[in-house]
């Protein structure tokens, strides 16, 4: 699912990062949703954030956007845990 040049990790729990360098937002969502499509195909719920960056942003700029993205993708699947009431 990610090129050579991604990282992708498990922060904990059901939290996982990606940090893309070298590539644009559309491609790194891509990603996300790549892979959490396959992991829900697996039966897991997860929460995923991601950066990416096409010029020199520090490798840990990039992740802490992506660990502020994954706290917005939780609260989000709160939230539409609520709307439908799946949990």
């Known amino acids: 699912l990610a090129r050579t040049t991604d990282q992708v990790c498990r922060l904990g729990g059901d939290e996982f ?3 893309a360098p070298d590539t644009d937002v559309v491609q790194a969502r891509l990603l996300a949703d790549r892979m959490r ?3 829900l195909a697996e039966g897991l ?3 995923i954030g991601w950066a990416a960056s096409a010029d020199e942003t520090t490798h840990e700029n990039l ?3 992506a660990d502020a993205s ?3 993708d939780k609260r989000a699947r709160q939230q ?3 709307t439908t ?3």
């Open 17 to 19: 990062g990606i940090a």
């Open 37 to 39: 499509s396959s992991l």
């Open 45 to 47: 719920h997860v929460s």
């Open 63 to 65: 992740w802490q956007l």
């Open 70 to 72: 994954m706290y917005e």
């Open 80 to 82: 539409e845990a609520l």
């Open 85 to 87: 009431g799946r949990s």
